[in-house]
């Protein structure tokens, strides 16, 4: 798999927009160890859009960079402490989720539609997150898997909200500004050598 520098620029361009993304800050309803945050958002919209490696590539980007002390969490978070918290397995299931919205969005697609975008945020962007953040959230916080999922639940509307959102956004982006999808290239035909007696 070959990175051009194209594809080095979208990848830098949508983990800056899940940082900026974070900047309004968190809220931790009902006192939650886990907070919710715009930033999943950036997350669905980079599968979306960049498909699957781009867009785990971006959050990926994101990560390292916070893990080495910037702070581009919401709230301004930042360094290594950020991967040993409870809400730290949804910051590693930010990969797999935009990894699996950019393979429902895309595989053998030419152009995004609204119905596979919407199955994308919800399977990639919501239980592919949910996946690996549920597990870590009832390890670190001494809970069932019962008990996390039940806790979970208070994610779901807000995250309904920001994958509906992905839809709107992602096709607005395709009618305003195709160039900013990649999608799967077409085999280039040779021309027939013709030969000249």
Do not use: C
């Not at 715009?38 to 916070?66: D, E, F, H, P």
């Not at 990969?95 to 119905?115: D, K």
């Not at 509307?157 to 290239?185: E, H, N, S």
């Amino acid at each position: 798999m070959k990175t051009t520098l194209n594809d080095i620029t979208r990848i830098a361009t949508f983990a800056a927009i899940i940082a900026v993304l974070g900047i309004p800050g968190a809220v931790s309803p009902f006192g939650m160890a886990v907070p919710i945050t715009l930033q999943t958002l950036g997350v669905m919209l980079a599968g979306a859009i960049l498909g699957w490696w781009r867009g785990a590539a971006s959050v990926l980007v994101l990560l390292v960079l916070t893990a080495a002390g910037l702070p581009l969490l919401s709230g301004g978070r930042g360094g290594i402490g950020v991967f040993f918290v409870p809400s730290s397995g949804y910051l590693i299931g930010w990969v797999l989720g935009a990894a699996v919205v950019g393979v429902i969005v895309h595989a053998g697609a030419t152009r995004p539609v609204w119905w596979r975008v919407a199955l994308g945020t919800v399977v990639g962007g919501m239980l592919a997150i949910y996946a690996v953040g549920i597990p870590v959230m009832a390890a670190m916080l001494g809970l069932s898997l019962g008990e996390a999922t039940i806790a979970n639940f208070a994610f779901v509307p807000g995250d309904a909200i920001k994958a509906a959102l992905t839809v709107a956004l992602t096709m607005a982006v395709w009618k305003a500004y195709p160039r900013a999808f990649v999608t799967p290239r077409q085999p280039r035909v040779e021309p027939t050598p013709v030969s000249v007696r």
